[in-house]
């Protein structure tokens, strides 16, 4: 994937007195033809991450730095045309896969897909796409959002962000040792271990409190830049050791070899990674590089400088560039979730002959011409990619746009499952369905409310949010909503009712960690017990009037609902504080994005709809169950005596496979409203 250029740039080394020495490393383009092979063929048939693209990190490394190592040894760095030459090979590939991604998203992505993909494809434009998926890693609504077919940009994004610090990181090294006349290479030496230390120190910190985010973070993959730049700085001094038979390198380099294959295998590394996981795969490519040439007949280099992966290696980048789009089209059309053996071929076999003729008449047409017009071609191409992009989303704008209101006589969401409500003043055929396919995604609970959020005193973690009640100074209740996405789902229904009676809102909320005195959803996940306890301690300090959250959880195929027990001993915390609880039963967990379902199969279509009894149990009230909490039965109000259906009173009531769309929510206030009315109040 590095590189776009080609085989050229495969020549690193420093000669021991520190003066440029640079060899052609064929064993490079054939490490790139398995990384790019492995991240295909795990992406496409077994579903998971294989450890490529961290080789991709550690080789970008190796040649950049190398690169600017040799051109400020022989006087100095020029930045800008540094970066005009990288970007001038990135922008003209890259361009022209978005554009065709833009074009092909709009005829084969259901709507519900349009403006998430949208906002990828600037953001992948922009070299921003891995900020673009940490933000929607901690973003409750984002969370679940099936992958865009531009989400594999996220590495490129930080490839992206690489190359614009290294020439100013090593220019600003070279700078300072020529005034303080100190050696270069120790400088940078020293340089890169600081900095890829303290990014390394950075990843398995974050790794282990919050993985997703640590995954997309560019400061959690700088030590894997950073350990090819260091790789690139003492190769030729590892490779003159006198230990360094050929025996031996024939060894290092199957090692190596057999390391990166088993990586995916061995290791989730999709939920594992970076961390200290990520060191298997780039230390795996240093051994193949440190191999080098082994001069022993049965060595790696034979077969990586083979004329077939020498070639593959040529393709990396445009066949990584394609694959990705191509396999998620393919299950988007098909509503598969995996391919099989004849389908993946073919995914594969379109995305090299796609990948061919964009190094055919892309990237090769672009390396003859001049740095100069190679970089405004790639503007051009880039203006077109906004242009696309722009249009796409004025059409979805419009398309999202629904001027009908939920609770209203022809949208009554909720209150059409009311024994009272009249269903033969339904019809569908003449009411549009809100929100609207292209909206879904966006509908969360907080986007209708504007919630005022710092840290809390109890928890580095803690996070609390307010509303002030419309009249604050009138105001006499302050109701708390705590727990993960499936709590805060109900602050839309909590804010139809404050607004009707003057009261303030607080909001704690952690996904994948309801509100507990353990982790219920992902076991002994410390970072989230630590904070149920730091929002106890919040609880007990303001003491609101009332606790909105959870009774239950897991309502999905096969009658999983449960009441943890750890639940009822937070409710049984707060009933020793004086707090009363409203719990709200949970919303079932469907095994197919709903919304994907309305938006194939169409409105009504009965694929989309579940069967009650499938999901939801006899409710039952668990034994210690305390005198403050009030518990809330939205089963009614979400499915019918038979089905839970994909729509209900012409609202679509999920935004994803799991989550209520806040449009839905909303017309739950009813049923909430009764339950803290039996407080009391």
């Given at each position: 994937?590095?590189?776009?250029?080609g085989?050229?740039?495969?020549?690193?080394g420093?000669?021991?007195g520190?003066a440029t020495?640079?060899?052609?490393?064929?064993?490079?383009?054939g490490?790139?033809?398995?990384?790019v092979?492995?991240v295909?063929?795990?992406?496409?048939w077994v579903?998971?991450v294989s450890?490529?693209?961290?080789?991709?990190?550690?080789?970008?490394?190796?040649?950049?730095t190398?690169g600017?190592y040799?051109?400020a040894?022989?006087?100095g760095?020029d930045?800008?045309a540094t970066?005009?030459?990288?970007?001038?090979r990135?922008?003209?590939?890259?361009?022209?896969?978005?554009?065709?991604?833009v074009?092909?998203?709009?005829?084969?992505?259901?709507?519900?897909?349009?403006?998430?993909?949208?906002?990828?494809?600037?953001?992948?434009?922009?070299f921003?796409q891995?900020w673009e998926l940490?933000?929607?890693s901690v973003?409750?609504?984002?969370r679940?959002?099936a992958?865009?077919?531009v989400?594999?940009?996220?590495?490129?994004s930080?490839?992206g962000q690489?190359?614009?610090l290294?020439?100013?990181?090593?220019?600003?090294v070279?700078i300072?040792t020529r005034?303080?006349?100190?050696d270069l290479?120790?400088?940078?030496?020293?340089?890169?271990?600081a900095v890829?230390g303290?990014s390394?120190?950075?990843?398995v910190?974050l790794?282990?409190?919050?993985q997703p985010l640590?995954?997309?973070h560019?400061a959690?993959r700088?030590w894997?830049?950073?350990?090819?730049g260091?790789?690139?700085?003492?190769i030729?001094?590892?490779?003159?050791r006198?230990?360094l038979?050929p025996?031996?390198?024939?060894v290092l380099g199957?090692?190596?070899?057999?390391?990166?294959?088993s990586c995916?295998?061995?290791?989730?590394?999709d939920?594992?990674f970076?961390g200290w996981?990520?060191?298997?795969?780039?230390?795996?490519a240093?051994m193949?590089?440190?191999?080098?040439?082994s001069?022993?007949?049965f060595g790696v280099?034979?077969?990586?400088?083979g004329r077939?992966?020498r070639?593959?290696?040529?393709?990396s980048?445009p066949?990584y560039?394609?694959?990705?789009p191509?396999?998620?089209l393919t299950?988007?059309?098909?509503?598969?979730?995996?391919?099989?053996l004849?389908?993946?071929?073919g995914?594969i076999?379109?995305?090299?002959?796609?990948a061919?003729?964009?190094?055919r008449f892309?990237?090769q047409?672009?390396?003859?011409?001049?740095?100069?017009?190679?970089l405004?071609?790639g503007?051009v191409?880039?203006?077109?990619v906004?242009?696309?992009a722009?249009s796409?989303?004025g059409?979805a704008?419009?398309?999202?746009?629904?001027?009908?209101?939920?609770g209203?006589?022809?949208?009554?969401g909720?209150?059409?499952?009311?024994?009272?409500f009249d269903?033969?003043?339904l019809d569908?055929?003449?009411a549009?369905?809100t929100?609207?396919l292209?909206?879904a995604?966006?509908?969360?609970?907080?986007h209708?409310?504007?919630w005022d959020?710092?840290?809390?005193e109890h928890g580095a973690?803690?996070e609390l949010c307010t509303?002030p009640?419309?009249?604050?100074?009138t105001?006499?209740?302050?109701?708390?909503?705590?727990g993960?996405?499936?709590?805060?789902?109900?602050?839309?229904a909590?804010?139809?009712?404050?607004?009707q009676?003057?009261?303030?809102m607080?909001?704690?909320?952690r996904?994948?960690?309801p509100m507990?005195v353990?982790?219920?959803?992902?076991?002994?996940?410390?970072?989230c017990t630590?904070?149920?306890a730091?929002v106890?301690?919040?609880?007990v300090?303001?003491?609101p009037?009332?606790v909105?959250t959870l009774?239950?959880r897991?309502?999905?195929?096969?009658?999983h609902?449960?009441?943890p027990?750890?639940?009822?001993?937070a409710w049984?915390?707060?009933d020793?504080?004086g707090?009363?609880v409203?719990?709200?039963?949970?919303n079932?967990?469907?095994d197919?994005?709903?919304?994907d379902c309305?938006?194939t199969?169409?409105?009504?279509?009965?694929?989309?709809d579940?069967?009650r009894?499938a999901?939801y149990?006899p409710?039952s009230?668990?034994?210690g169950?305390?005198?403050?909490?009030?518990f809330?039965?939205?089963?009614?109000?979400?499915?019918?005596?038979?089905l839970?259906r994909?729509e209900v009173?012409n609202?679509l009531v999920?935004?994803?496979?799991?989550?209520l769309?806040a449009?839905?929510a909303?017309?739950l206030a009813?049923?909430l409203?009764?339950?803290?009315?039996?407080l009391?109040w």
């Amino acid at each position: 994937m590095t590189s776009p250029g080609g085989a050229p740039a495969a020549r690193t080394g420093t000669t021991a007195g520190g003066a440029t020495r640079s060899r052609f490393r064929p064993e490079l383009q054939g490490l790139r033809a398995l990384a790019v092979l492995l991240v295909v063929v795990y992406h496409v048939w077994v579903g998971r991450v294989s450890g490529g693209v961290d080789v991709f990190f550690l080789i970008t490394g190796f040649l950049i730095t190398g690169g600017l190592y040799r051109a400020a040894a022989r006087g100095g760095i020029d930045v800008l045309a540094t970066w005009r030459r990288q970007f001038s090979r990135l922008l003209p590939a890259m361009t022209v896969v978005l554009t065709a991604g833009v074009v092909a998203g709009f005829w084969l992505l259901p709507e519900n897909r349009w403006m998430p993909t949208v906002r990828e494809t600037v953001a992948s434009l922009l070299f921003l796409q891995n900020w673009e998926l940490a933000h929607n890693s901690v973003d409750y609504a984002a969370r679940d959002n099936a992958a865009s077919i531009v989400q594999h940009f996220w590495s490129l994004s930080i490839q992206g962000q690489f190359y614009l610090l290294a020439p100013l990181v090593v220019a600003g090294v070279a700078i300072a040792t020529r005034r303080d006349g100190a050696d270069l290479h120790r400088r940078l030496t020293g340089t890169l271990l600081a900095v890829g230390g303290a990014s390394f120190a950075y990843s398995v910190y974050l790794t282990l409190v919050n993985q997703p985010l640590a995954y997309f973070h560019s400061a959690t993959r700088i030590w894997e830049f950073a350990l090819g730049g260091l790789l690139a700085l003492w190769i030729s001094r590892i490779e003159d050791r006198p230990e360094l038979t050929p025996g031996t390198r024939a060894v290092l380099g199957w090692g190596g070899v057999v390391a990166l294959v088993s990586c995916g295998i061995l290791l989730q590394v999709d939920r594992a990674f970076p961390g200290w996981a990520a060191l298997w795969p780039t230390l795996a490519a240093a051994m193949v590089l440190v191999a080098g040439r082994s001069g022993h007949r049965f060595g790696v280099d034979h077969l990586l400088s083979g004329r077939v992966l020498r070639t593959i290696g040529d393709l990396s980048f445009p066949l990584y560039l394609w694959h990705w789009p191509i396999l998620t089209l393919t299950l988007v059309r098909t509503g598969q979730d995996r391919l099989d053996l004849e389908q993946g071929a073919g995914v594969i076999a379109v995305s090299f002959v796609l990948a061919w003729l964009t190094h055919r008449f892309v990237e090769q047409r672009v390396a003859a011409l001049d740095v100069r017009r190679a970089l405004r071609t790639g503007g051009v191409l880039a203006l077109t990619v906004l242009v696309a992009a722009g249009s796409w989303y004025g059409l979805a704008t419009a398309r999202a746009s629904t001027p009908v209101l939920a609770g209203s006589p022809s949208h009554p969401g909720a209150g059409a499952l009311s024994p009272q409500f009249d269903l033969a003043s339904l019809d569908p055929a003449d009411a549009e369905l809100t929100p609207s396919l292209v909206q879904a995604p966006d509908d969360w609970s907080y986007h209708g409310t504007s919630w005022d959020c710092g840290p809390s005193e109890h928890g580095a973690e803690l996070e609390l949010c307010t509303v002030p009640a419309p009249a604050p100074e009138t105001s006499e209740r302050t109701v708390a909503v705590v727990g993960d996405s499936h709590a805060q789902q109900y602050a839309a229904a909590l804010a139809v009712i404050a607004e009707q009676r003057n009261w303030s809102m607080v909001g704690m909320f952690r996904g994948a960690c309801p509100m507990s005195v353990r982790s219920e959803t992902v076991a002994d996940d410390q970072g989230c017990t630590d904070w149920n306890a730091a929002v106890h301690d919040q609880l007990v300090e303001m003491h609101p009037d009332a606790v909105l959250t959870l009774a239950s959880r897991d309502v999905r195929p096969g009658l999983h609902e449960q009441t943890p027990e750890g639940f009822v001993q937070a409710w049984q915390r707060l009933d020793a504080a004086g707090i009363p609880v409203v719990a709200v039963r949970d919303n079932p967990r469907f095994d197919f994005n709903v919304v994907d379902c309305v938006a194939t199969r169409g409105r009504g279509a009965p694929d989309c709809d579940v069967d009650r009894h499938a999901l939801y149990p006899p409710w039952s009230v668990v034994p210690g169950v305390p005198p403050n909490v009030v518990f809330a039965d939205v089963s009614d109000d979400i499915c019918d005596p038979a089905l839970c259906r994909s729509e209900v009173g012409n609202v679509l009531v999920y935004m994803d496979d799991n989550h209520l769309t806040a449009t839905y929510a909303e017309t739950l206030a009813p049923t909430l409203a009764t339950a803290f009315d039996h407080l009391g109040w």
